[in-house]
T-cell receptor, first 114, second 114 residues
Framework: SQQGEEDPQALSIQEGENATMNCSYK?????LQWYRQNSGRGLVHLIL?????REKHSGRLRVTLDTSKKSSSLLITASRAADTASYFC??????????????FGKGTKLSVIP | DAEITQSPRHKITETGRQVTLACHQT?????MFWYRQDLGHGLRLIHY???????NKGEVSDGYSVSRSNTEDLPLTLESAASSQTSVYFC?????????????FGPGTRLTVL
């Protein structure tokens, strides 16, 4: 079963607007990560937020984590056409002997209209 | 600059043939991963390795194998290709020893099994 689920599945906004994507998960995590994937390309890491952190910023990106609700959000401020991509959350789950695996959601497809 | 490369980028093969996809990283990372990406499923973990001579099965490992003889390479072999293995395959690597850090992805290999 899917550990992380992004919402919405697709989002279309005008350039300059803010975009918010959400991720919900089911079990306790070590950290949660957000990745971006441009069409036909590999995934690119955006931000990692640890389970004891509540908010993190990187440029125009803001990530929040609420472990009590098992949810995270990714906010992209002042969006640009170049932000058009799919965005994935990934949760780091223990896989035994001190090791972890990343489990990815199905992604939110963001379209930013110029 | 360090990078992770995959070859070939595109491959068409026939049912029943053995296929090997190459993954090479120059990050000197301990951890390497293989994922497949299909519409409606997001990324699913096939196999992973936390170091030389270490390999582990992921969520969808049936029909696939890997071997890790050095730090830089983790080839993925499809023993007898099936049409259900038509997909886009991504290799990734990460630093550390636990697998919970950010992952760096290759550009992907699009495999078609006829």
């Amino acid at each position: 079963s899917q550990q992380g689920e992004e919402d919405p599945q697709a989002l279309s906004i005008q350039e300059g607007e803010n975009a918010t994507m959400n991720c919900s998960y089911k079990t306790s995590i070590n950290n949660l990560q957000w990745y971006r994937q441009n069409s036909g390309r590999g995934l690119v890491h955006l931000i990692l937020i640890r389970s004891n952190e509540r908010e993190k910023h990187s440029g125009r990106l803001r990530v929040t984590l609420d472990t009590s609700k098992k949810s995270s959000s990714l906010l992209i401020t002042a969006s640009r056409a170049a932000d058009t991509a799919s965005y994935f959350c990934a949760t780091a789950l223990p896989s035994g002997a001190g090791s972890y695996q990343l489990t990815f959601g199905k992604g939110t497809k963001l379209s930013v209209i110029p | 600059d360090a990078e992770i490369t995959q070859s070939p980028r595109h491959k068409i093969t026939e049912t029943g043939r053995q296929v090997t996809l190459a993954c090479h990283q120059t990050w000197n990372h301990n951890n390497m991963f293989w994922y497949r990406q299909d519409l409606g499923h997001g990324l699913r973990l096939i196999h992973y390795s936390y170091g030389v001579q270490d390999t582990n099965k992921g969520e969808v490992s049936d029909g696939y194998s890997v071997s890790r003889s050095n730090t830089e390479d983790l080839p993925l072999t499809l023993e007898s290709a099936a049409s259900s293995q038509t997909s886009v395959y991504f290799c990734a690597s990460s630093a550390g020893t636990s697998g919970r850090n950010e992952q760096f992805f290759g550009p992907g290999t699009r495999l078609t099994v006829l």
